[in-house]
Nanobody, 118 residues
Framework: QVRLVESGGGSVQAGGSLRLSCVAD????????MGWYRQPPGKQRKGVAL????????YYADSVKGRFTISHDKDSVSVSLQMDNLTPEDTAMYYC???????????WGQGTQVTVSS
């Protein structure tokens, strides 16, 4: 069974930076779509940044463009999300996702909390 292990997150003041990382365990396919979703309290979960290793496509939500950067390690099934110039609106539970064959959400991590104070 594929398992996603997340690290990073925490609390920071507005303008600060955080880095999230996610590693997949027992994923045996060559290509994948992997990235991050977030869910603020009382709101829907939405995509933040996604990366497709087969097509090379990268997606960023408009609200994070220019501030967040997604990257992956070619030697492992993993992604990192560098988050700069954070604002209180970035406060949410962040979930790592992984998928194949056109999907980015076949598997989910357990979530990691990001809290930005003003």
């Amino acid at each position: 069974q594929v398992r996603l292990v997340e690290s990073g997150g925490g609390s920071v003041q507005a303008g600060g930076s955080l880095r999230l990382s996610c590693v997949a365990d027992k994923y045996d396919y060559t290509n994948y779509c992997m990235g991050w979703y977030r869910q603020p309290p009382g709101k829907q979960r939405k995509g933040v940044a996604l990366l497709n290793t087969e097509s090379g496509d990268v997606y960023y939500a408009d609200s994070v463009k220019g501030r967040f950067t997604i990257s992956h390690d070619k030697d492992s099934v993993s992604v990192s999300l560098q988050m700069d110039n954070l604002t209180p609106e970035d406060t949410a539970m962040y979930y790592c996702s992984l998928g194949r064959d056109g999907s980015c959400i076949d598997w989910w991590g357990q979530g990691t909390q990001v809290t930005v104070s003003s």
